[in-house]
């Protein structure tokens, strides 16, 4: 049986192959038998199907802007809208129960069906968001409080996310958690620059540091592992967008008061970053992480394209700039070129003394 896969996949398991043929890993007869059963697809249908649902979600929303211009739909429209608020959160809720079910019956039957099970969730997850809206419509007093509105909805998305061991549906719940986290951080300070001496970015640094530190906890329980990955991940996008927010604008609550402050004053921040970035990055080469190796080389280059606009824009040529930046990431590519020599000759000697 042969195994079917993009050109860009197949030629690197060629190149595999021939690697543990030449190294004597495998005999030839392995050889052969391993070569011929790669075939290249001919067509990546499935980038099709994942394009295909994306545009169908697109228009789905055009559609619904488009009603605007019929009047018989507008008329049908306004008269379900003048239901109760309670009402249409019933009915909203039930839709979307009901999507929910038929996404879960139909990974279980389908689950090769990828993308269509992921559209029937995300339609679940609109007509929740939905609910919880006509909900806050319904209970509220005019408070303001409206963080936990967002909390309702990460209490939901992490419920239906668990049982149904989605882990789309769990990026929606952190994403839910981010918002109720800044709204109501910021509802407690009453809507004030800071919370507990630390401005908005401050914060989010913290929550993404919670977050990241959770997933590593999730390792540790069987049912939690499939969500590991994705709460580490955004733990990092937390993290890192926050931190570079916090580099530019500091710990400052107010527009006028950081615009009082020198420059030159936030580049502990900016140092700080850099120094993250790069410790994420020795991280992700030591433990052969790539999610942590990938965040820390683009924050880092955010960083230095940052800061050269901060500091250097106006003031050095841009020729100089980039001869500057070339050649010190030529150094760390050469240094980092020299480790690997190293370490895949001792790879080698080790092979052959074996």
């Not at 996949?9 to 030449?22: D, P």
């Not at 319904?138 to 409206?146: I, Q, V, W």
């Not at 107010?254 to 420059?263: K, N, P, T």
């Amino acid at each position: 049986m042969k195994i079917s896969l993009r050109k860009k996949q197949a030629r690197f398991l060629n190149e595999v192959i021939q690697h543990w043929g030449e190294e004597a890993l495998i005999d030839d007869a392995t050889k052969g038998r391993l070569t011929n059963s790669i075939e290249v697809r001919p067509f990546d249908w499935k980038k099709l199907a994942e394009y295909s649902f994306w545009i169908s979600i697109i228009c789905i929303i055009i559609s619904l802007v488009a009603v605007v211009a019929d009047e018989a739909l507008i008329h049908f429209v306004e008269q379900f809208f003048s239901a109760s608020n309670l009402m249409l959160c019933l009915t909203f809720a039930v839709i979307a129960g009901g999507f929910y079910y038929w996404g879960y019956v139909s990974r279980k039957k389908f689950p090769h069906r990828t993308y269509s099970n992921e559209f029937i969730v995300v339609l679940g997850v609109l007509s929740t968001a939905t609910a919880i809206a006509f909900l806050g419509k319904a209970l509220d007093n005019g408070s303001g409080h409206f963080s936990l509105l967002f909390l309702l909805a990460t209490i939901v998305y992490g419920i239906v996310g668990l049982v149904s061991s989605s882990n789309l549906i769990w990026i929606f719940a952190l994403l839910s958690l981010g918002a109720w986290f800044g709204a109501e951080t910021g509802y407690v300070s009453d809507w004030g620059g800071y919370y507990l001496g630390m401005n908005y970015p401050l914060r989010f640094v913290l929550f993404g540091m919670v977050l990241t530190a959770l997933s590593f906890l999730f390792g540790r329980f069987t049912y939690l592992q499939g969500f590991r990955k994705s709460t580490y991940t955004l733990g990092l996008l937390y993290f890192f967008i926050a931190l570079w927010i916090l580099s530019i604008f500091g710990n400052y609550g107010d527009i006028y008061e950081w615009e009082q402050v020198g420059q030159i004053s936030l580049l502990a921040w900016g140092l700080i970053f850099g120094a993250v970035a790069i410790m994420a990055i020795a991280y992700g080469l030591k433990f052969d992480d790539y999610i942590s190796r990938s965040y820390g080389i683009t924050f880092l280059f955010l960083n230095l394209y940052t800061r050269y606009f901060e500091y250097f824009w106006d003031i050095t040529h841009k020729t100089i700039f980039f001869l500057v930046l070339a050649i010190t990431f030529w150094v760390i590519g050469k240094n980092a070129e020299r480790i690997w020599n190293l370490s895949f000759i001792n790879r080698k000697e080790l092979t052959e003394e074996e």
